[in-house]
């Protein structure tokens, strides 16, 4: 009897533990790549050839590199560049 109260127990806590880790992604706004907006060394990750990842970028607004951002704004993000693109830029 004991050990079927424990196991009812753990299977509700690991339930309670799923259910919490899916709220919490639920509050995520969904992200995408942004090219060009990145300023030096704050890109997110690989910033084209002879880089490897985040920090990699060698100018402010590099084209090659990207940062993500909330879906849907990076095309309306202005630099002193232009503005973002969801594709690498020359």
């Known amino acids: 009897m004991?050990?079927?109260?424990?196991?009812?127990?753990?299977?509700f806590a690991v339930?309670?533990?799923?259910?919490a880790a899916h709220a919490a992604d639920a509050g995520k706004a969904p992200m995408e790549k942004c090219y060009?907006?990145?300023?030096?060394?704050?890109?997110?990750c690989k910033a084209?050839?002879?880089t490897t990842c985040a920090g990699t970028a060698k100018v402010?607004?590099?084209?090659n590199a990207w940062k993500l951002v909330k879906?849907?704004?990076?095309?309306?993000?202005?630099?002193?560049k232009g503005f973002g693109?969801?594709?690498?830029?020359?």
């Open 71 to 80: 879906a849907g704004t990076c095309t309306t993000t202005k630099t002193p």
């Open 36 to 44: 060009g907006v990145a300023l030096a060394g704050h890109n997110d």
């Open 15 to 19: 339930t309670l533990a799923a259910g």
């Open 60 to 63: 402010n607004y590099q084209g």
């Open 2 to 11: 004991i050990r079927s109260h424990a196991a009812l127990a753990a299977t």
């Open 48 to 50: 084209g050839a002879g």
């Open 85 to 90: 693109s969801l594709t690498p830029k020359a």
